[in-house]
Structures are given as structure tokens and as C-alpha cells.
């Protein structure tokens, strides 16, 4: 009998296998592929540019495949990174055995693999954001014995023809969120990439239209979210990218344009990439306390408040990000946190904290009998402010930084006091309150001076490099944004212009 956990999994190696991704194996790779007709084989990898790259191979026989799936393959390092001089270029790229999926896209079957890097001497590429990522994981749990997992809400556009789309039922400016068809045009879209995504390993939550949509002479604009369930770092970041691909794989077909830039145009909802967290210890959630937000929970808010301008260097790297992080809007522009509060940069969302959520479902179905379970566990913070330009394994390596770096303060538990907010600071009432909080930085510029203030931090335990600070820093400034929102108000040729310079971002 096959386990209850691979049942039901919609991906087709888990099914065949039957046995949950993290126990694959070589052999296992080489059974699927020999008893179901996989003809070729796709190496991943993600570039400088935040875009999976691709490495295709025609299985001649066992001893091929094998090879493959052992030894990796030989790249150019130095077309893949800027930094990464030609004299000194090549790289490997190894499979990861758990991250394998059938391509959904290839008429000729197909299996698509995830890698990482590893330089000349065959150790992890330290340069490479993964390698940084799970050292900063694995510098947390060694400091403070907790885990971090996360997930990330995509947002994204579909851009379509006007021309080409019914609009007999049109949705109401702005007015998106969570609407259905006839009123959206896409859902079938989201529902096939959802699937897709699944078959791939990614453990999806839901998927929704969002808030923004809107026309212009030309094209009909439609946001929509997939959101994730949380879990490791790297396989949370290994599926946004997949994601991300499949999108556009769809988009194409559908003869539509998905883009996750932060920002489309002035005046209409941005798309970020909002990351939840939780923390384990023992394998068990630690984020609820006496019914209430933990005190661990709250500590690890006031890391991730206390460096949350240098972040936004991983998290908002290009300037239309800037575009979306303007006061009165979703999108946050001051260091707080709040539960239930999106005004805020730091969110608690309504997580089932109190013991009588658990009877709801008694409420809605008079005849359920089971015993009732505690869903405490599905409590997590959300950070706000990230958008699609993060490169994702760096991102989620601040964040790990940010939380070990909160656990360690003598007085985290005075900066979540101080840095909590149970109002909307928007709102005229509450003026005096908005002026006692920091503001994130408003530019890539102003994010690199956090970055290289706050660089302490970062480098801490060996997590970040001195050098791969300053590269991140210089990279931010060559951008000369600073005060770009005030140079390009009312320019909205000028808006459409850095617009589209981005519109293919990550």
C-alpha cells in the first residue's frame, strides 16, 4: 500500500516511485527514465539574471545517463556571471536527484532536472546565492537550534491583446481580488500552471486574481497570485523559479505576455513577492505561545525589522521596484509590524492563534464528529516588501541572517514592542504615530548605503562575503535612481520607458 503522503501527489516520479522526492536517488532517476520512454534530459540552473537557463541531452544509452546523473556537466561561468572572470570560467553544474519533473512543454519526453554549482576543486561554488543560502540556513539553526521555512505569494500580470479578449463581463477597475470568471479572463491559465507547477514538486496553497486589472489603448491587464505552502528554504526557492518559468512557458502559448515586474504603471497595484516564515524546532512550529504570537516569533519580527533597509539590496533590486513601495498603497514604506495589519512591512496574518478557531468547522457542518485539531501550526509572518527582482536564494538568506541576527539581541523583544502598530499609520488620525517610524529606503541607491551600513550583519559568521556586499552595493548605485519618483512624476512616457526595460525582470 503506498503511503498517504504519495497517494495523492500529483508529481509523476513521487506516483511511479512511490516514495516522497527527498528520498530520490540515481537509481531511481534511471528507472523512471528507462521504463517511461524519457528521451532527453534538461540541466536548470538559475543565472545572474534570476532566469533558469537550460542544458539539454540526448540519452544515448545507461552508461550516458549515468554519467549525467553522477558527474554533472562542465558550463562557462563567466556568460552565466558578471563577476566571474573568463580566464578563470568553468564551472560544474550538478543534479539535484529531488527537484526531478517530466516537462510538461516537450513534445519529445522530457525530464527536467534542477543543479548547483561547484567550482574547480568540486566544492560548492561559494559565490553562488544557493551555496550562500543554505549556509545562512545552517548558521541559524547552529546558533539558535530553530529551523526557518518560507513560501512566497506570485504575483504577476497577464498582458493581452484588447483587441483579442471579451470583454461582454468586465471587472471593475482595481477591483480584482479573488474575482471569477466570466469577470477574469485568465483563470485557466493560473489553473494549468498551478498544475504544472504541482507535477513539479511545488506545494501550491491557492491560487486567486488579484486586485489589479485594468485597460489601456492598446492591452487588457490582469493580476493574478499562486501562493505556496511553506517548507525548506531551498526547495521553497528552487519551485518560485520553476514557477516563474512555467508562467512564461504558458503565457507563450497562450499568445499572452506574463510579466512579475514590481510595477506596470503609476496608479495601479503593483505585484510583489510577499515571503511567509515560520520557525521549527524539533519539527514542530514555535510560533504560537499561551494562545498568542510567541515571544520567539516576536524576536525573529525584530531581526528582520532592525536590518530591513539592508534587505531590500536582495529583495528590490531594480528601480520600478521603488515605483511600488509608496506610501498609501499595500505595498509597505515603514519598518513596523502589526497582526492582521497590511499597512504594515511585517504581518501576522490571522493564523488560527486562539483555542475556539478550532470549532469553526463545527460551526459550519452541525454534524461533524471528529476530534478537533489545534491548526496553530499554519501560523507564520509575512514580509511585505519584496517583488520579483529578488534573486529568491539571496533573499531568503538575508531573511535567515536577519532572524538568527534577532535571537541574538539582548533586546528584540523592546524593538517588537516599540515597532508595533495596531492601525492603519496611513490614515490622517494616526499621523504622529507614521512620523516616529524609519522609512525603507525609496531607491536602489538608498538600499545599497543600508546594505553597506548594516554589512556587519550580513558578513556575520561568514554568511555574506565583504566582497559580495560590496558587488551587490556598487551593482544597486549603477543604477542612479536616487530620488527617481520625484525626477519622473508626471512623466508617464518616461514611467512606460523604465517600465519596459524591466517587464522581463527574474
Avoid at 103 to 126: A, Q, R
Avoid at 220 to 229: K, T, V
Wanted: charged share 25%; aromatic share 10%.
Amino acid at each position: 500500500m503506498r503511503p498517504s503522503n504519495v497517494e495523492l501527489n500529483p508529481n509523476k516520479l513521487v506516483q511511479y516511485l512511490n516514495k516522497p522526492a527527498s528520498e530520490f536517488t540515481k537509481e531511481d532517476i534511471m528507472k523512471f527514465v528507462k521504463e517511461n520512454g524519457i528521451k532527453m534530459l534538461t540541466f536548470r540552473y538559475v543565472g545572474g539574471d534570476g532566469r533558469l537557463k537550460a542544458l539539454a541531452f540526448v540519452i544515448r544509452d545507461e552508461e550516458h545517463l549515468d554519467n549525467l546523473l553522477s558527474a554533472g556537466e562542465r558550463v562557462d561561468g563567466s556568460s552565466l556571471f558578471t563577476y566571474i572572470e573568463a580566464d578563470t570560467s568553468d564551472l560544474y553544474v550538478l543534479p539535484k536527484y529531488r527537484t526531478a519533473f517530466v516537462n510538461p512543454f516537450e513534445e519529445i519526453p522530457t525530464l527536467d532536472i534542477l543543479c548547483s554549482y561547484f567550482d574547480k576543486d568540486g566544492t560548492p561554488l561559494k559565490s553562488a546565492s544557493e551555496t550562500v543560502m543554505k549556509k545562512a540556513g545552517q548558521v541559524l539553526t547552529e546558533k539558535t537550534g530553530y529551523e526557518l521555512q518560507a513560501m512566497g505569494e506570485l504575483e504577476y500580470y497577464i498582458i493581452a491583446n484588447k483587441d483579442e479578449i471579451n470583454m461582454g463581463f468586465p471587472a471593475v477597475d482595481q477591483r480584482g481580488y479573488h474575482e471569477s470568471n466570466p469577470f477574469t479572463k485568465f483563470d485557466q491559465l493560473r489553473k494549468e500552471a498551478m498544475m504544472y507547477i504541482s507535477e513539479a514538486g511545488g506545494k501550491i496553497k491557492y491560487g486567486h486574481s488579484e486586485v489589479g486589472n485594468f485597460t489601456d489603448d492598446k492591452y487588457y491587464y490582469e493580476q493574478n497570485e499562486i501562493e505556496f505552502e511553506t517548507d525548506t528554504l531551498e526547495n521553497s526557492a528552487d519551485r518560485l523559479l520553476i514557477a516563474k518559468w512555467m508562467l512564461r512557458m504558458l503565457a507563450e502559448q497562450y499568445g499572452v505576455m506574463a510579466s512579475f515586474a514590481p510595477k506596470i504603471t503609476v496608479g495601479k497595484a503593483g505585484s510583489g513577492m510577499h515571503v511567509h516564515m515560520k520557525l521549527l524546532k524539533d519539527g514542530k512550529s514555535v510560533m504560537v505561545e499561551n494562545g498568542d504570537i510567541s515571544n520567539v516569533a516576536k524576536r525573529a519580527m525584530a531581526g528582520l525589522l532592525d536590518i530591513a533597509a539592508g534587505i531590500t539590496a536582495f529583495g528590490n533590486r531594480i528601480p520600478t521596484s521603488y515605483l511600488r513601495l509608496v506610501p498609501h498603497q499595500e505595498a509597505p514604506t515603514n519598518i513596523c509590524w502589526g497582526d492582521r495589519n497590511r499597512s504594515a512591512l511585517v504581518r501576522v496574518p490571522l493564523g488560527w492563534f486562539a483555542e475556539e478557531s478550532s470549532k469553526m468547522v463545527t460551526l459550519a457542518n452541525p454534524n461533524y464528529n471528529e476530534e478537533l485539531k489545534s491548526h496553530s501550526y499554519k501560523s507564520t509572518f509575512e514580509f511585505r516588501a519584496a517583488d520579483s527582482s529578488a534573486d529568491i536564494y539571496l533573499l531568503f538568506a538575508a531573511f535567515a541572517v536577519a532572524i538568527r541576527h534577532g535571537l541574538e539581541m539582548k533586546n528584540a523583544l523592546d524593538i517588537a514592542k516599540k515597532l508595533y502598530i495596531n492601525v492603519n499609520i496611513f490614515k490622517d488620525e494616526h499621523k504622529d504615530r507614521l512620523a516616529q517610524l524609519e522609512h525603507l529606503p525609496a531607491s536602489c541607491y538608498e538600499s545599497a548605503q543600508a546594505l553597506k551600513k548594516q554589512k556587519d550583519i550580513f558578513t556575520q559568521y561568514g554568511v555574506f562575503t565583504e566582497g559580495m556586499i560590496n558587488d551587490t552595493a556598487k551593482g544597486l548605485e549603477a543604477l542612479d535612481d536616487y530620488q527617481l519618483s520625484e525626477r519622473l512624476y508626471g512623466k508617464n512616457e518616461e514611467i512606460r520607458k523604465l517600465v519596459d526595460a524591466y517587464i522581463h525582470i527574474g
